[in-house]
């Protein structure tokens, strides 16, 4: 079993910057891939970026890239997404997921076998 827990959400201005933390925990949660996903109000939940087990390779989404960086703390067992240049289109429930060697399927929520309770990123205009 693999324990994720989201922090760093909040309300931020448009134009301004939010870093999440998704810390794992569990037997061998270090070796899973890792991504965020999102879901705004009456919208499906959708992919975000996505960072290999070992922070080797990296997946953005068209949305969010230049603008989001994933990265992951292997001695902490974190993973953190820093986002900047925030758009209202931003606002949303951010929620970190494990998956384990999920290769090219990233952007599949499917593929992922365990999920963080969420955490509110509010953009206002």
């Known amino acids: 079993q693999v324990q994720l827990v989201e922090s760093g959400g909040g309300l931020v201005q448009a134009g301004g910057s939010l870093r999440l933390s998704c810390a794992a925990s569990g037997r061998t949660s270090g070796s899973y891939d890792m991504g965020w996903f999102r879901q705004a109000p009456g919208k499906e939940r959708e992919f975000v970026v996505a960072?290999?087990?070992?922070?080797?390779?990296?997946y953005y989404s068209d949305s969010v890239k230049g603008r989001f960086t994933i990265s992951r703390d292997g001695a902490k067992n974190t993973v953190y997404l820093q986002m900047n240049s925030l758009k209202p289109e931003d606002t949303a429930v951010y929620y970190c997921?494990?998956?384990?060697?999920?290769?090219?399927?990233?952007?599949?929520?499917?593929?992922?076998?365990?999920w963080g309770q969420g955490t509110q990123v509010t953009v206002s205009s």
């Open positions: 997921a494990a998956g384990w060697r999920i290769g090219s399927r990233y952007a599949s929520a499917n593929r992922y076998d365990y």
């Open positions: 960072i290999s087990w070992s922070g080797g390779n990296t």
